[in-house]
């Protein structure tokens, strides 16, 4: 559990170098329901076919955290979430509904492959994320992971693929939509067998929640204040200071200068995830609960809708 928690980041950083990991009330938001054990289900997986009906049985049950707020919706074999004009279709997608179909956008989305189309050899992390000389089958999934196929055109920087046999879990460190498509951006890349876990390594299932999380963080911070047919972000400045975001994360900035963004407040100003009701809301705060001026500062909408 310990490595993908590392590799998404279960809690908040602070600190220029963005090395200081502390939980919030966010964390595990959602888990605290109660769900039924699966029962046990003998199958043969052979085709795609086979594996989404595996996916579907075996691991989609991880979004059940987010049916109670924040409610994020399941979707398949479905296009980008507003106005659209491709015929593409993701096999999965985890979106955020908001208040009306204009504000839906992913949170994550997916793909099933047929088994063993996988190989974790060729997914071993460069210094870009991918590896240096996959071969040819891995090649064209990850540009159609990457490209006008799935990542670029859903919007989405959080993306699985699954084959029954391991998850691998791709996550594009862009600073918008477009710089997915660099081939420069680089990608965290992590890979899950459905067997032989070793010590640090989490289940598939938890490891999906964790990346519908993320994807949940980075939507909760740049898409939160609803407008019409709109998602805009709050605006906020703390000390004078303006408060911007990590495009691919929702991890916020502070405009140190112009044009000079760091990842903690030179203040020491700390966000925290704050309950209001059956709302939740993110904030900012000091190590003793104090806010800024005096007064509650909103960084976010309600991320619980």
Known sequence: MGSIDNFLGPGLSYGNNHDQQLPSE?????????????????????????????????????????SHGPFLWPRSLCGPTGPTNTSVTVDYQLTWPGLNP???????????????????????????????????????????????RYAHRYKCPQVFVFDSLHLVILQFRAASKD???????????????????????????????????????????????????KRKTVTVAVDGIPRTYEWWSGKPLWEVAPGRYQYGHPDGWKRQFFRLGTGGYWIWADDNGNYPDGGLVYDTGNCLQ
């Open 26 to 66: 966010a964390v595990d938001i959602g888990l605290q329901y109660p769900a039924h054990s699966l029962n046990l289900l003998h199958q043969e997986i052979l085709s795609e076919g086979d594996v989404t009906r595996d996916f579907d049985q075996n691991f989609e049950p991880f979004r059940l955290a987010f």
């Open 102 to 148: 204009l504000l839906e956008r992913a949170a994550m989305i997916g793909e099933q492959k047929q088994p063993y189309v996988i190989i974790p050899s060729e997914w071993a992390p460069s210094q870009r994320g991918w590896v240096d000389n996959p071969g040819d089958m891995t090649k064209r999934l990850q540009r159609e992971m990457r490209g006008g």
């Open 179 to 229: 710089q997915i498509q660099d081939e420069n951006c680089h990608v965290d890349i992590c890979i899950i067998p459905r067997g032989q876990l070793s010590q640090e390594q989490c289940t598939i299932q938890y490891a999906l929640y964790r990346l519908a999380w993320r994807g949940w963080m980075r939507l909760s911070a740049t898409l939160a204040t609803q407008q019409g047919s």
